[in-house]
């Protein structure tokens, strides 16, 4: 089956810097790449996905890269805010299944 | 819409005792899934629905969990009995068409058996 990494496991960034999160997956058959916010006592939310028809995708202060040829695939978080500090996970769409990874704390420092 | 909505929120039980965790999808979507998240194995499909019907439930952990749909609108996962190790938060997710994306989750139950 699909299995996908995610590192780092924790992060520290100063407030403005940016924040980069990495993974990796095996199965070329996925297609679909989303990663999720979450926060404590919360359930993961959605924040941004990419298809693998697409190379990169951006909405406001996050972006997502996809390397189909080296599958690997990163999360990219500019000007971070505090509210920004959650877990990140992403996750790899293979058939009707989602892999996720182990998640990234990310901790924003004001 | 609401959203995924799953209860209750918080559950502390003794071992032994039986467990319903409830959960409504968000309306029209056809896929529904339930996951487990612990520290040490992060988040574990435990079943997914497609239009009610369980597709996969190799990640249910054994006989003692058991999850139904009995409508399009609401599916409940119950554990009978319950242990210690069963303790973690259990989230239900929809989608509107599983293998199209965009999973949406729950606020998750948390579970304590004591």
């Known amino acids: 089956g699909e299995n996908v990494e995610q590192h780092p496991s924790t992060l520290s960034v100063q407030e403005g810097d940016s924040a980069v999160i990495k993974c990796t997956y095996s199965?070329?058959?996925?297609?679909?790449f989303p990663w999720y916010k979450q926060e404590l006592g919360k359930g993961p939310q959605l924040i941004i996905d990419?298809?693998?028809?697409?190379g990169e995708k951006k909405d406001q202060r996050i972006a997502v890269t996809l390397n189909k040829t080296a599958k690997h695939f990163s999360l990219h978080i500019t000007e971070t805010q505090p509210e920004d500090s959650a877990v990140y996970f992403c996750?790899?769409?293979?058939?009707?299944?989602?892999?996720f990874g182990t998640g990234t704390s990310l901790t924003v420092i004001p | 819409d609401a959203g995924v909505i799953q209860s209750p929120r918080h559950e502390v039980t003794e071992m032994g005792q039986e467990v319903t965790l409830r959960c409504k999808p968000i309306s029209g979507h056809n896929s529904l899934f339930w996951y487990r998240q612990t520290m040490m194995r992060g988040l574990e499909l435990l079943i997914y629905f497609n239009n009610n019907v369980p597709i996969d439930d190799s990640g249910m952990p054994e006989d003692r969990f058991s999850a139904k749909m009995p409508n399009a609108s609401f599916s409940t996962l119950k554990i009978q009995p319950s242990e210690p190790r069963d303790s973690a938060v259990y989230f239900c997710a929809s989608s509107y068409n599983a293998g199209t994306g965009e999973l949406f989750f729950g606020e998750g139950s948390r579970l304590t058996v004591l």
């Open positions: 990419i298809r693998s028809n697409v």
């Open positions: 199965d070329s058959a996925s297609n679909y």
């Open positions: 996750a790899a769409l293979t058939g009707n299944q989602f892999y």
